[in-house]
């Protein structure tokens, strides 16, 4: 069984920054990427950001330049720095756990951006 927990969720005004961690433990042989992935009332999940273990980067089309993903995937970690931040980013935000014994994810923090 693995355990992923988030972190860093709030309320924000738009221009703003927020910073999300994410956290696995548990029975976890190896990891080979890590992600946040966000879902706004009525629509579907989507990546936001993921990296995997040999450090490949990957971001959605409406994070870019705005959105930077870091960590330590062998410390089982990552963290998500979000910039300039938009109305449209609200969301909950999720982190994924991808493992040889299959996909994790974590309960999902609220990122609210509003004035």
């Known amino acids: 069984q693995v355990q992923v927990v988030e972190s860093g969720g709030g309320l924000v005004q738009p221009g703003g920054s927020l910073r999300l961690s994410c956290a696995a433990s548990g029975s976890i042989v190896s990891i080979y990427a890590m992600g946040w992935f966000r879902q706004a009332p009525g629509k579907q999940r989507e990546l936001a950001a993921s990296?995997?273990?040999?450090?490949?980067?990957y971001y959605g089309d409406s994070v870019k330049g705005r959105f930077t993903i870091s960590g330590d995937i062998i410390k089982n970690t990552i963290n998500l720095q979000m910039s300039s931040l938009k109305p449209e980013d609200t969301a909950v935000y999720y982190c994924?756990?991808?493992?040889?014994?299959?996909?994790?994810w974590g309960q999902g923090t609220q990122v609210t951006v509003s004035s």
């Open positions: 990296m995997t273990r040999a450090g490949t980067e």
């Open positions: 994924k756990v991808v493992t040889p014994q299959g996909d994790w």
